[in-house]
T-cell receptor
């Protein structure tokens, strides 16, 4: 079945700098790749997603890139702010199978 | 409702006790998922419903776990004879149609088995 690897497990950056989180997936049939942000004790919330027919997607300070050939996708956060501190999860899904397979998570800390 | 609602938020069960966890999805959402999230880990898939039909239960860890969604709306995840390894946050998510669209998560039920 699908397997998603996420790196790094922890990331600490200075406020205003950029943060990059990377994920690889194993099943070439996966075609939907969401990113979730989870604050302590709260629900995972979708921050951005990308589908396999697109190579890059941006939403203000957040961008996601997808390389289908290499089977990896990345989250880029620019101009980081303290409120960006949270755990971020990548996930992959095959449309027909519905379920999301999550990475292990990255704990992002923004230092003021 | 405004979002996916789960109850109870916290549940402490003695080992061997049965528990029932409830999920109220967003009104009109066809798809409903249950995930298990261990401390410090990503959510892991348990089971999936499309309306009242349970189309995938491959993630249920044992026959002590049972889920239902009899009227295609509210869902219940039942765990029989709870064990310590069942301690986790159980997350419910719903989406408007089948996979490939945004899944909205509930806040989860934190189950602690003592």
């Amino acid at each position: 079945g699908e397997n998603v690897e996420q790196h790094p497990s922890t990331l600490s950056v200075q406020e205003g700098d950029s943060a990059v989180i990377k994920c690889t997936y194993s099943d070439s049939a996966s075609n939907y790749f969401p990113w979730y942000k989870q604050e302590l004790g709260k629900r995972p919330q979708l921050i951005i997603d990308i589908r396999s027919n697109v190579g890059e997607k941006k939403d203000q300070r957040i961008a996601v890139t997808l390389n289908k050939t290499a089977k990896h996708f990345s989250l880029h956060i620019t101009e980081t702010q303290p409120e960006d501190s949270a755990v971020y999860f990548c996930a992959a899904s095959m449309g027909g199978a519905q379920k999301l397979v999550f990475g292990q998570g990255t704990r992002l800390t923004i230092n003021p | 409702g405004a979002g996916v609602s789960q109850s109870p938020r916290y549940k402490v069960a003695k080992r061997g006790q049965d528990v029932a966890l409830r999920c109220d999805p967003i009104s009109g959402h066809v798809s409903l998922f249950w995930y298990q999230q261990a401390l410090g880990q990503g959510p892991e898939f348990l089971t999936y419903f499309q309306n009242e039909a349970q189309l995938d239960k491959s993630g249920l860890p044992s026959d002590r776990f049972f889920a239902e969604r009899p009227e295609g709306s509210v869902s219940t995840l039942k765990i029989q004879r709870t064990q310590q390894e069942d301690s986790a946050v159980y997350l419910c998510a719903s989406s408007f149609r089948e996979g490939g669209t945004e899944a909205f998560f509930g806040q989860g039920t934190r189950l602690t088995v003592v």
